[in-house]
T-cell receptor, first 114, second 112 residues
Framework: GAGVSQSPSNKVTEKGKDVELRCDPI?????LYWYRQSLGQGLEFLIY????????KSGLPSDRFSAERTGGSVSTLTIQRTQQEDSAVYLC????????????FGPGTRLTVL | KNEVEQSPQNLTAQEGEFITINCSYS?????LHWLQQHPGGGIVSLFM???GKKKHGRLIATINIQEKHSSLHITASHPRDSAVYIC??????????????FGKGTKLSVKP
């Protein structure tokens, strides 16, 4: 069956431009997570969606970052006015429920801000 | 102090060796995950533990909730086990219970 997919796989943009990253979770998974991995750094949590509940945005680094999840499925992470420090691999994961369950990771989007 | 600490940071082993990677955490948790990230960047979830021990093939994961410690063991290691192994915990204190807190990873290299 299909796993978590993300697009694009690579994105190069100029400083100041806006970018949108897409995540398609596993069908039927109600929980969706966005993480970021900067070069040489560990993974860090960005935002979490669970069903129709208000998302947990506690990990978003600035108000330039936002995310939405339409119809409880596909999610888009938007970064406005990108900065060079936004360069990282952005990973999406989904799980069947928000409880103690396995998260399945997508392949990530490598974002490079020039 | 990081909430999730892994040791060692780097580990080089000879093929066939028994490998142990350790993870200590300082927060109350509802679950602990061991993840594997290959050089290409893909992340695979190996185990999710809330107590005791789990085994999958040559991989064994244990957790001691009282000591806030988990170990990942690899028996009969092989070069294809070379990857970064990441410990992550789901906290159970206030605020969000949805996100994982990650360790910095252990880079394992198994030589033939």
């Amino acid at each position: 069956g299909a796993g978590v997919s993300q697009s694009p796989s690579n994105k190069v943009t100029e400083k100041g431009k806006d970018v949108e990253l897409r995540c398609d979770p596993i069908s039927g998974h109600t929980a969706l997570y966005w993480y970021r991995q900067s070069l040489g750094q560990g993974l860090e949590f960005l935002i979490y969606f669970q069903g129709n509940s208000a998302p947990d945005k506690s990990g978003l680094p600035s108000d330039r970052f936002s995310a939405e999840r339409t119809g409880g499925s596909v999610s888009t992470l938007t970064i406005q006015r990108t900065q060079q420090e936004d360069s990282a691999v952005y990973l999406c994961a989904s799980s069947s429920s928000p409880g103690v369950t396995t998260q399945y990771f997508g392949p990530g989007t490598r974002l490079t801000v020039l | 102090k990081n909430e999730v600490e892994q040791s060692p940071q780097n580990l080089t082993a000879q093929e066939g060796e028994f490998i142990t990677i350790n993870c200590s955490y300082s927060v109350g948790i509802s679950a602990l995950h061991w993840l594997q990230q290959h050089p290409g960047g893909g992340i695979v979830s190996l185990f999710m533990l809330s107590s005791g021990k789990k085994k999958h093939g040559r991989l064994i994961a244990t957790i001691n909730i009282q000591e806030k410690h988990s170990s990942l063991h690899i028996t009969a290691s092989h070069p294809r086990d070379s990857a970064v192994y990441i410990c992550a915990v789901r906290s159970n204190y206030g605020g969000s219970q949805g996100n994982l807190i990650f360790g910095k990873g252990t880079k394992l290299s198994v030589k033939p």
